[in-house]
């Protein structure tokens, strides 16, 4: 089991940026996939990026393409989302996910893929 821990969370302007980090604990990070996603308030869980083992591949939501790059250092446990040109639309509560990774390009996008979860760390942009 992965024990995840969010930080990085908190109120900025619209236009600013802020770097989430995801700090992982329990087992070899460098053997899963991650992923980020959030929830709004009154909204459903919706994917935000996702990452492979290695590094080298990752996907963004449509929404959030140019704005969000999510990165990881396994050598220090640990996913990163930076997240750029912030708009009111991107507030929310931001979680990482770990799911174990079959093979070295595997990734997932969907939340119910993924089988541990970070408590959420909430980010609140400003207009």
């Known amino acids: 089991q992965v024990q995840l821990v969010e930080s990085g969370g908190g109120l900025v302007q619209a236009g600013g940026s802020l770097r989430l980090s995801c700090a992982a604990s329990g087992r070899t990070f460098s053997n899963y996939a991650m992923g980020w996603f959030r929830q709004a308030p009154g909204k459903e869980r919706e994917f935000v990026a996702a990452i492979n083992r290695s590094g080298g591949r990752t996907y963004y939501a449509d929404s959030v393409k140019g704005r969000f790059t999510i990165s990881r250092d396994n050598a220090k446990n640990t996913v990163y989302l930076k997240i750029s040109s912030l708009k009111a639309e991107d507030t929310a509560v931001y979680y990482c996910?770990?799911?174990?990774?079959?093979?070295?390009?595997?990734?997932?996008?969907?939340?119910?893929?993924?089988?541990?979860w970070g408590q959420g760390t909430q980010v609140t942009v400003s207009s």
């Open positions: 996910a770990a799911v174990p990774a079959p093979s070295a390009t595997w990734y997932r996008t969907e939340g119910y893929d993924y089988p541990y």
